[in-house]
């Protein structure tokens, strides 16, 4: 039988703010265990929670960017379970009355553009964190974490392959990101996703039983486990055997998934609404007001970069990789006039120049009018592109200007005969061999005399004027 994966996606997203989301305590990640609690966030008797409004602005920015429909009315919840980092022995989340519904999120992967729809968005509380392998023996417990401000998106089960749901994650992070609601950093915890997974027969309507993978912590670690999951279900159901609903834990250093729990429904968690907190209200100023100042967003941007600039697909998703990036692109074609090689010295030589220094392209100290600069000095033959992208990686180590580089070091191409033919003269007397090779009709050896000359110049030769000379030079 043919089976259809059915894949559904919760997404936990920390919220960008300087305060938890009940108390003032800070959210700095790495601070030393248990220093940023409180009687609130400690579930002390009679400690009172007060919602922080940022983190409410900032909730309301995320559902309206993936086009929600935000309820002016919305309620927290208790949902009750018992675990030590819990220290309240429930979570305050919202439930039957979230934040935002109904939203969508396109996605493009293997050359199809699918519409993922959101079923609801969400604000709820962050746990602590249990420590496993940092007492003997025993189980620390950090509740820096406890009451840190989370939303959490989640899709309708419109996933049908492991990689729509890498590229759902990637496009996700990516609009986050540009609305600046988080840093979607999964190495500290910003962005957590669990997958829920099931199989039904090709053509068929009702959905099979579902299983939670939980425990990833990168897109890879989601696609590689989904096709773990799929397979395991797949050799269930094909032995008439049935799938059981429960939650399974992802081993990233082997690859397999193992069972954590038996998946618990709604009803388990004893929802009720939150007494400590009245109902939500909006009012409909507040969110049109957040409405207005929603950037452009990537798909949006992917769009009309491709319009305006006429620029292939793959280049345009480089470069809206982020924000930030889009924006120095879109500040560079406005100082040169042209998009192509502006794209191409981002997407290349900058890049690798920030990718070797550990920093983003803001952070790497060459704004857009000093790659301008660059990138005319090689335009009108100062540099080669060659040296020009070595002036790159200086002006990236120095914080100085492509001119103080090349006056100082030197580099200005050479197009002066006298000091090419010495060159040329001392590339032939050292390669007699290839020299006899080339005039017995190996031409192509051209581009290694070509390659030796522009080394021994320190790339300074001028390649044009070079290549006639060595021409010359060789068929005479």
Not at 124 to 143: F, Q, Y
Not at 396 to 419: C, F, P, Y
Not at 429 to 450: C, D, K, M, P
Request: aromatic share 6%.
């Amino acid at each position: 039988m043919s089976w259809e994966t059915v894949i559904g996606l919760e997404v936990h997203v920390q919220l960008r703010t300087a305060e938890k989301l009940f108390c003032s305590d800070g959210t700095v990640f790495g601070a030393a265990p248990n220093s940023q609690v409180c009687p609130v966030c400690l579930g002390l008797p009679g400690a009172l929670p007060v919602l922080n409004r940022e983190a409410v602005d900032l909730a309301i920015t995320a559902a309206l960017g993936l086009d929600c429909q935000v309820h002016e009315v919305s309620v927290f919840a208790r949902k009750s379970y018992f675990y030590p980092d819990l220290p309240k022995g429930y979570q305050i989340t919202q439930f039957s009355e979230p934040l935002a519904t109904e939203g969508v999120l396109e996605v493009r992967s293997a050359a199809e553009t699918r519409r993922i729809r959101i079923r609801r968005v969400h604000m709820e509380e962050d746990a602590g964190k249990s420590i496993h392998d940092r007492v003997p023996d025993g189980t620390a417990v950090d509740l820096n974490r406890a009451g840190v401000p989370l939303i959490e998106i989640v899709t309708e089960p419109d996933l049908r392959t492991p990689a729509q749901a890498r590229a759902f994650l990637q496009e996700l992070k990516r609009t986050l990101e540009y609305m600046g609601v988080s840093d979607c950093n999964m190495e500290e915890g910003s962005l957590r996703v669990d997958a829920n997974v099931s199989l039904r027969p090709e053509g068929a309507e009702a959905y099979g039983v579902k299983t939670e993978v939980k425990n990833l912590n990168s897109f890879s670690a989601v696609e590689r486990s989904v096709v773990v999951e799929v397979r395991r279900q797949t050799a269930i159901l094909e032995a008439g055997e049935e799938v059981v609903q429960e939650t399974l834990l992802w081993d990233e250093r082997d690859g397999t998934l193992r069972s954590m729990r038996s998946k618990e429904e709604s009803h388990d968690y004893r929802y009720f609404p939150d007494p400590d907190l009245p109902p939500l209200r909006l009012q409909p100023e507040r969110i049109r007001g957040l409405e207005a100042e929603l950037p452009e967003l990537p798909a949006r941007r992917r769009t009309r970069l491709m319009e305006e600039h006429r620029l292939d697909g793959r280049d345009v998703e480089v470069l809206i990789a982020s924000r930030s990036l889009a924006d120095y692109f879109e500040a560079l074609v406005a100082i040169v006039g042209e998009a192509k090689p502006a794209a191409n010295w981002i997407k290349g030589p900058l890049l690798k120049e920030a990718n070797r220094v550990q920093r983003s392209v803001e952070d790497l100290g060459i704004p857009p009018r000093a790659l301008a600069d660059l990138m005319g000095l090689v335009d009108d033959g100062t540099v080669s592109g060659t040296m020009g992208r070595t002036v790159l990686g200086q002006m990236a180590d120095s914080g100085k200007t492509a001119r103080q580089i090349i006056e100082t070091e030197g580099l200005s191409q050479v197009q002066d005969s006298d000091e090419l033919n010495a060159w040329v003269e001392a590339v032939i007397e050292e390669n007699s061999e290839e020299v006899e090779r080339y005039r017995s009709g190996e031409t192509r050896l051209i581009g290694y005399f070509v390659g030796q000359t522009m080394q021994k110049s320190r790339g300074r030769a001028d390649p044009k004027a070079l290549s006639a000379l060595l021409r010359n030079r060789l068929d005479n």
